[in-house]
Structure formats: structure tokens, C-alpha cells
């Protein structure tokens, strides 16, 4: 019994001596972790790349469309009472030629849908920017504040 307290008591006083605090961040360096990892402008790239595969594919043309079947089958078969009453073999092959402008006018506005999300990003990440570092400042201030409260009261208590 007493062997066991005692290394409990040595593993945690040694866990204790050899811990060391977790490294304090610089601002400049949550930045790009901010960029990197946050998820609503991970949202926002996202959302700008599609646009720019989209833009790509404003100018695209549509395949060429080929068919062939048959044209007015009657609904019943027994009705027929002659060749001509089978219906029709019918061929079709088509390409639907796109207006330049319109493609063009398609392009420019996804392009441009794309840079607005790339500026709602850039917003949004301006924001964030602030946000930590008015956290930042507030946390320095806040260790400062608890490191003279800790004078304060170590003279207090000195002279009580």
C-alpha cells in the first residue's frame, strides 16, 4: 500500500516538474492558421472554385444529338390491317449552335459571381483577423491584470 501511494505520488510530482506550458502563439502566426483552417472560408473556396468550373463551362457547346425509332405505333395490334398502319421508321440527328454573346454574357457573370465570393471571403477572413486579435490583446491584458493581482496580493498578505 505504501509502495504504490509512493509511486503515485512520485509519478505525478515528476509529471509536474517536467510538464512545460503550452507555447504562447504570436498573432502573426494565428493568421494564417485562421486562412488555413476555418471553415466557412473553406466554404467560401469552395463555392469560388465551383463558379470558375461553371464559368469554363459557359463556353462550352452541347453535344451533337442523334436518334432513330419508330413514329405513330398504333396501341393495339389488332387493329392494324396493313403495313402503312405499323407506323413510320423516323431519323433524326441535330446540333443546337449556341449565340456567342449569350456565351460570352454566361461566362463574365459566373467570372463575376466568382470574384463576389472570393470578396465575401476576403471580407469574412478581414473579420475573423480582427476578431483574434482583439482576442489576443484582451488575453495579454488579462495575464498582465492576474500577474499584478498576484502581487498585489502576495504584498497584502505580507503586510497583513
Known amino acids: 500500500m505504501r509502495w504504490s501511494i509512493l509511486t503515485i505520488w512520485l509519478m505525478v510530482s515528476l ?47 452541347e453535344p451533337p444529338v442523334a436518334g432513330a425509332g419508330v413514329f405513330m405505333i398504333p396501341w393495339s395490334a389488332r387493329l392494324v390491317y396493313n403495313d402503312i398502319a405499323l407506323g413510320s421508321w423516323l431519323f ?41 486579435r482583439l482576442l489576443y490583446i484582451r488575453w495579454a491584458i488579462a495575464l498582465q491584470k492576474i500577474r499584478v493581482w498576484r502581487r498585489q496580493e502576495a504584498t497584502l498578505s505580507f503586510i497583513h
Open 15 to 61: 509529471q509536474r516538474l517536467y510538464a512545460q506550458p503550452a507555447p504562447v502563439l504570436p498573432a502573426d502566426s494565428l493568421l494564417p492558421r485562421i486562412a488555413r483552417n476555418h471553415l466557412l472560408l473553406q466554404a467560401y473556396t469552395m463555392r469560388a472554385q465551383a463558379c470558375r468550373l461553371y464559368a469554363g463551362t459557359a463556353l462550352a457547346w
Open 92 to 132: 433524326q440527328a441535330g446540333q443546337t449552335i449556341p449565340h456567342p454573346a449569350l456565351q460570352r454574357a454566361r461566362y463574365r457573370h459566373l467570372a463575376f459571381q466568382a470574384d463576389m465570393v472570393l470578396t465575401a471571403r476576403a471580407v469574412v477572413l478581414q473579420q475573423l483577423h480582427v476578431r483574434a
